[in-house]
């Protein structure tokens, strides 16, 4: 490589050496020293013979450097004065289409314009540059070359031209990338695992739960089933029954009055079954049985709905009918204990029309989050509240802490709330997680929420969320879209 050159002669002084040589020869033959003209010959041939020396040793480095690496020189503007054969074999460029060219030929647009800035202003200022930089060839595929750029400086320190060295990288950086792509590729199937593994526990958890669920509900209905028939005999009965005793009771009466008992055995049995009280304590004792058959009729219908099994899909139902059932189950968890007395249960039900959903789910939603705010009053000084209030929303209009429900149809609001201590920030940010718990070993399973989250957020595109300030005790809002889509 003919530029090469340029620099390597500057190196050497041999120019000057010689001059001297020469001079030195003219003034000793003046003064006729022959002595001395011996001695300056001999030292001329010894200083050409260094000199030839040092010629063969940088040619046989040029051929060295020139085997190994792809080379280039060019002016201080970048445009190419000389380039070896390697250099035209990777760029697939001639030698003559390469002279007289700027670098941006081989340009491939990877780098950014910082990257060239920077490039320069280290070369300008005479230093080296290193790096690697990724070019294209004249076919328009890539190749990395690790680059080394030289530049030779003038009198002044000033590059006038620049020596790069550059070394094909291109296999390690396909390596590397390969390498990057698989570790990309195993990483996103690493997060697919884990959401699978997150499903996949989210899963079981809803079917442990649906499965005790079912079979509390299948047990309900069963009781509910079996006492609801003789129930009704009592029931049906009672009020047969109640006319029976009346009618015998007026019997009785037209009985004394026509016939005055004068017989002594007679008036010792009305003595001794204290007939004046039993007349008067029989219908009460009857109706208050048709109050009692009436009650259990009442609870027996309540469980039916509370199981609901027979509803596989979604169905109109009255909210407030689910809310009253949970509660009718919860009923002696408000009554007063030892200590604690009564809790009292506040209920401001707005006017809801029928909800379209999975009743049975949304009744466990009401039990979760009713049983949690007994739980949060159990220990709690007094006065113990739980308030209930429900009302529609249009559906556009802020809600909650300035939250907007967005829905093309509106929905139903069931606000339940406690007046025991707040949620901390902290203990909030996790009560949606399954297994999250603060009660005690045995107490809670920590699923309560995750289940009500679930049903109420997936399974009717609903919301359900805790607000809790300090002082302010804990409410949950739940809203559920009048109409589900298709
Ligand atoms: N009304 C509330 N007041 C204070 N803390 C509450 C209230 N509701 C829920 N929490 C907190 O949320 C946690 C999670 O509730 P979640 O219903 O999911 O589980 P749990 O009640 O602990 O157990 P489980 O319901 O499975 O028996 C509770 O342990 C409790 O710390
Ligand atoms: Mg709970």
Redesign the pocket.
């Known amino acids: 490589m003919d530029g090469n050159k340029g620099h390597a002669h500057e190196q050497v002084s041999c120019p000057d050496t010689y001059s001297l040589s020469i001079a030195l020869l003219k003034e000793n033959l003046n003064q006729k020293n022959l002595a001395t003209y011996g001695q300056a010959i001999a030292h001329q041939t010894h200083l050409d013979k260094q000199f030839q020396k040092t010629l063969k040793d940088l040619s046989a480095l040029e051929f060295a450097l020139d085997q190994a690496a792809i080379l280039a020189i060019t002016d201080k503007k970048g445009t190419i004065i000389d380039v070896n054969d390697k250099f035209c074999e990777l760029s697939q460029y001639s030698r003559q289409e390469l002279i007289d060219q700027n670098h941006r030929l081989i340009k491939s647009g990877y780098h950014p314009p910082e990257f060239f800035k920077e490039f320069w202003a280290t070369l300008k200022t005479g230093r080296v540059w290193k790096g690697e930089i990724k070019n294209r060839a004249k076919d328009g595929t890539y190749y990395w070359v690790n680059t080394t750029v030289v530049p030779f400086l003038d009198e002044e320190g000033e590059p006038y031209q620049y020596l790069a060295i550059r070394f094909d990288i291109t296999e390690r950086k396909r390596a590397e990338e390969a390498l990057r792509q698989a570790e990309l590729v195993s990483r996103q199937q690493a997060q697919e695992l884990e959401l699978a593994l997150d499903k996949l526990k989210q899963t079981q958890i809803q079917l442990v739960q649906s499965e005790k669920m079912s079979s509390v509900g299948q047990l309900v209905a069963g009781i509910a089933h079996e006492i609801n028939n003789p129930v009704n005999f009592i029931y049906g009965n009672l009020d047969c029954a109640s006319e029976y005793v009346q009618s015998l009771l007026n019997l009785l009466g037209v009985y004394q009055q026509h016939c005055p008992v004068d017989v002594p055995e007679i008036q010792a049995a009305l003595d001794e079954y204290e007939l004046d009280f039993l007349v008067e304590d029989l219908p009460k004792m009857v109706a208050s049985m048709q109050l009692g058959a009436n009650r259990i009729r009442e609870i027996v219908l309540s469980l039916r709905n509370f199981s609901r099994l027979d509803e596989a899909k979604m169905n109109p139902v009255d909210i407030h009918q689910g809310i009253d059932t949970t509660l009718l189950i919860l009923r002696n968890r408000f009554k007063a204990k030892a200590a604690y007395p009564e809790i009292t249960l506040v209920k401001e039900y707005g006017n809801l029309p029928p909800v379209v959903c999975y009743a049975s789910q949304l009744n466990q939603v009401f039990m979760?989050i009713i049983?949690?705010?007994l739980?949060?009053l159990e220990d709690q000084p007094l006065p113990r509240r739980i308030e209930i209030s429900t009302f529609l929303a249009r559906g556009d209009e802020p809600l909650w802490d300035g939250q907007c429900l967005i829905s093309s149809c509106p929905f139903a609001v069931i606000l339940i709330a406690?007046n025991?201590?707040s949620?901390p920030v902290e203990?909030q940010k996790h009560?949606f997680d399954p297994f999250?718990?603060?009660?005690p070993v045995g107490k809670?399973?920590?699923?309560?929420?995750?289940i009500a989250h679930h049903i109420v957020v997936e399974k009717h595109q609903g919301h359900l969320i805790c607000i809790s300030k300090p002082g302010e005790g804990?409410k949950f809002a739940i809203a559920i879209p009048l109409m589900q889509a298709e």
């Open positions: 979760n049983s949690n705010a739980d949060a406690n025991g201590s949620i203990v009560l999250f718990t603060t009660k809670g399973t920590g699923l309560g929420l995750s804990v």
